[in-house]
């Protein structure tokens, strides 16, 4: 069964760290690009985070500088290294493996997230 | 960043059908076949539904149907089903500087 899990959620002071996890399993990891999605409670999706099967990464505007998204190949292993952060980074985190198909990309499995919140 | 414009909230009786708008630009949703649609139920994970713009992932129903026109893609429900109550996201690639966008979602109530 393919599956993802995120791990490393929590309470942290505005302008700390946090470091997210995604262990997956029921597929070849390493053959597939990775992304890591973000909602606020009770509010929209949004996209934060890309990595394909090089490393090449992307980032959305809000988390640019702060983030760093890697991967373990060996580990089966997606990482978010969240840095700087602050109040409205407060959300659910998501990791998601994406499909490439003929002429699109798509997230077709998703974790069941891990809670992040930035508070004093 | 931006993102792409759905409405707030669709409602249907069972059996009916319902659309579903998702308006980007010429930069995401009229650039790129690589339309999305996801559906999430309360304290859930998000589930794939459509991609590339028409196409239904294996398991999901075939009352699910995804069309695009210009910078404007839709998701049609048919015979709205009491489990089709939940909340709704296209999302796009784009060329700007974010990767991806997602639309502001809509809440789907089955009357």
Redesign the interface.
């Known amino acids: 069964e393919v599956q993802l899990l995120e791990s490393g959620g929590g309470l942290v002071q505005p302008g700390g760290s946090l470091r997210l996890s995604c262990a997956v399993s029921g597929f070849s990891f390493s053959d597939y690009e990775m992304?890591w999605?973000r909602q606020t409670p009770g509010e929209?999706?949004?996209?934060i985070s890309?990595i394909d099967v090089n490393a090449v990464v992307?980032y959305?505007?809000?988390v640019k500088g702060r983030f760093t998204v890697s991967r373990d190949n060996a580990k089966n292993s997606l990482y978010l290294q969240m840095d700087s952060l602050r109040v409205d980074d407060t959300a659910i985190y998501?990791c998601a493996r994406e499909?490439r198909?003929?002429?699109?990309?798509?997230?077709?499995v998703?974790?069941?997230?891990t809670m992040v919140t930035v508070s004093s | 960043q931006s993102t792409l414009t759905q409405p707030a909230s669709v409602s249907g009786s069972p059996g009916q059908s319902i659309t579903i708008s998702c308006t980007g630009t010429s930069s995401d949703v009229g650039a790129y076949n690589s339309v999305s649609w996801y559906q999430q139920h309360p304290g859930k994970a998000p589930k794939l539904m459509i991609y590339e713009v028409i196409n239904r992932p294996s398991g999901v129903s075939n009352r699910f149907s995804g069309s695009k026109t210009g910078n404007t893609a839709s998701l049609t429900i048919s015979g709205l089903q009491a489990e089709d109550e939940a909340n709704y996201y296209c999302n796009s690639h784009t060329g700007a500087s974010t990767f991806y966008v997602f639309g502001t979602g809509t809440k789907v109530t089955v009357l």
């Open positions: 992304n999605v929209g999706l949004e996209w890309y992307r959305a505007d809000s998501y499909i198909g003929a002429v699109g990309d798509a997230l077709d998703w974790g069941q997230g």
